[in-house]
């Protein structure tokens, strides 16, 4: 049985817009123009989203790492610079581009697998909003009240991932309703719009869709690569997906 086609109309948008952070090599302006394996993390990216055969992205960054993603990509892929947030980057990518859906990936996330990938291009039903990978929250999870902790059932949490499949509607009522409050972690489409009664479609994420941000998770990279050895043992120290 030959697998499902992906969807008409879809505009893939990639955001890089992580700060730089401690640890990681002094060009990299961004996360994602960190080297892992000889490749740049947003290559490793680029080369996932031409395998399932989708179309070349858009390219959403801050103004202060324009310029040094402009001169990695070259002038093949169009490199937009936004004074702002993510709410900024995603009016961006609406105004540049004119298909029905829009594949949001955070360039962090640059080793998501194609399956995931590809899975979220084709769980979109007719009557769904957006689609996104989750994974089950693992971590202990409590609510903190004026009488103390109180544990949460964790069955009934997940992890967001990326990529997200949204429709243009449902990203510009997204945007259109406001900012998410900060105490929610800033801006997020997908939490907007359940916010705003949208259908969101989840499908199994993975643990290899982690965020690369920082030192440490660029050594949980080189580990989930083959291309460094877990010693976190040595230390006692708990390593969590």
């Known amino acids: 049985m030959s697998s499902p086609s992906l969807p008409v109309a879809v505009r893939p948008v990639v955001l890089a817009l992580a700060p730089p952070a401690p640890g990681l090599s002094p060009g990299a302006s961004v996360p994602c123009l960190e080297r892992l394996g000889?490749?740049?993390?947003?290559?490793?990216?680029?080369?996932?989203?031409?395998?399932?055969?989708?179309?070349?992205?858009?390219?959403?960054?801050?103004?202060?790492?324009?310029?040094?993603?402009?001169?990695?990509?070259?002038?093949?892929?169009?490199?937009?610079?936004?004074?702002?947030?993510?709410?900024?980057?995603?009016?961006?990518?609406?105004?540049?581009?004119?298909?029905?859906?829009?594949?949001?990936?955070?360039?962090?996330?640059?080793?998501?697998?194609?399956?995931?990938?590809?899975?979220?291009?084709v769980a979109l039903r007719q009557d769904d909003d957006a689609v996104v990978p989750v994974i089950s929250m693992t971590d202990s999870v409590k609510e903190v009240r004026p009488d103390g902790l109180r544990n949460i059932d964790r069955s009934t949490l997940a992890g967001l991932q990326s990529p997200r499949l949204l429709r243009r509607r449902t990203l510009e009522s997204a945007l259109a309703a406001g900012?998410?409050?900060?105490?929610?972690?800033?801006?997020?489409?997908?939490?907007?719009?359940?916010?705003?009664?949208?259908?969101?479609?989840?499908?199994?994420?993975?643990?290899?869709?982690?965020?690369?941000?920082?030192?440490?998770?660029?050594?949980?990279?080189?580990?989930?690569?083959?291309?460094?050895?877990?010693?976190?043992?040595?230390h006692g120290l708990a390593r969590h997906g």
């Open 179 to 234: 900012e998410t409050p900060a105490d929610a972690g800033g801006f997020d489409e997908i939490r907007a719009a359940l916010e705003h009664g949208a259908r969101v479609r989840t499908v199994h994420g993975s643990h290899a869709g982690f965020a690369v941000l920082d030192r440490l998770s660029l050594w949980q990279a080189q580990i989930s690569l083959g291309l460094a050895r877990d010693t976190s043992h040595r």
């Open 38 to 121: 000889g490749s740049r993390l947003i290559d490793r990216l680029l080369s996932t989203l031409h395998g399932v055969g989708l179309p070349a992205p858009l390219v959403i960054t801050g103004e202060a790492a324009h310029r040094s993603l402009r001169e990695t990509l070259g002038r093949s892929l169009p490199v937009i610079a936004v004074a702002g947030g993510r709410d900024a980057a995603l009016r961006a990518a609406l105004e540049r581009s004119e298909e029905e859906l829009l594949l949001i990936h955070d360039a962090e996330r640059a080793l998501t697998p194609s399956e995931v990938v590809h899975g979220v291009l």
